[in-house]
């Protein structure tokens, strides 16, 4: 994948560590978990990539077998949903 290739830029990394340590040092845990929830093509995977070169992880992704990620999404919802949205954020 060309996203390894690469070199990682920025501190998502660290910034993610930052946080689940400032969790951790809470002491109330209610489960060690994470979820990583945003659009495909983001980086998510590459990010949890990037932190297990500090801490040991277990990434999972949880899709359809056969799926590449990619979601198709309908249009027919997405437009008057992106309209509504902009509409309201501009008032």
Known sequence: MDAWKAEFKGNAAEALLDTI????????????????????GTGKSRLVDELSKSIITVP??????????LIHIDISFYIPVHHAFRVSASR
């Open 60 to 69: 999972m992704c949880l899709r359809p077998e056969g799926s590449h990620g």
């Open 21 to 40: 340590s400032v969790y951790l040092a809470q002491g109330s845990i209610y489960s060690y978990h994470a979820n990583i929830l945003t659009s495909s």
